[in-house]
């Protein structure tokens, strides 16, 4: 029977680690994988208009920035006609907007999708949105209420000045 010198047990110890970082990197690429090819949602365009958050959060320094924060927000893309809706979320299940309904003159209710059933990833990441502002919505300031999917999630609601 050979016996087993040094060399040979380093060897070993090696072989055996290395097998065993392949299987971790094997297991953390799968975790950040999407389910397929093109079912990836499309958060939207940055927007361009006027930029005033409408949630005020204050950090401490006399400006209230909720996106800063990590805060839904809303802003005007071109008042009166066009909004935009920032809400935080995994980069790869990025919260979706379902719909947008006028819910009085001065205000609007924005529904969003349920989460993406498949694996996300840990992050939290801005997803932007723009939207026509629903016929009808002609008063100022404009209440924008967010209904997340999940069943007794509370609304957020947030203003378009």
Not at 32 to 47: F, K, N, T, V, Y
Not at 73 to 93: A, P, R
Not at 96 to 114: C, H, M, N, Q
Not at 122 to 134: G, Y
Request: hydrophobic share 45%.
């Amino acid at each position: 029977m050979a016996q087993t010198t040094p060399r040979r047990r380093a060897a070993a110890v090696r072989a055996a680690r290395l097998a065993l970082v392949a299987v971790a990197a094997t297991f953390l690429l799968g975790a950040c994988a999407q389910a397929g090819p093109g079912e990836a949602h499309d958060a939207g365009a940055a927007p361009t208009g006027s930029s005033s958050p409408s949630v005020p959060v204050d950090d401490g320094d006399g400006t209230d920035d909720g996106a800063a924060e990590g805060s839904p927000s809303v802003v005007w893309l071109d008042e009166g006609t066009s909004f935009s809706l920032t809400l935080f979320g995994s980069s790869t299940c990025p919260p979706v907007v379902e719909s947008v309904e006028a819910a009085g003159a001065d205000a609007v209710t924005v529904r969003l999708a349920p989460a993406d059933p498949g694996m996300c990833t840990m992050d939290f990441v801005p997803a932007v949105s723009e939207h026509a502002l629903p016929a009808g919505v002609d008063g100022r300031p404009v209440t924008v209420d967010v209904v997340p999917a999940e069943e007794g999630a509370e609304p957020v609601s947030l203003e378009l000045p």
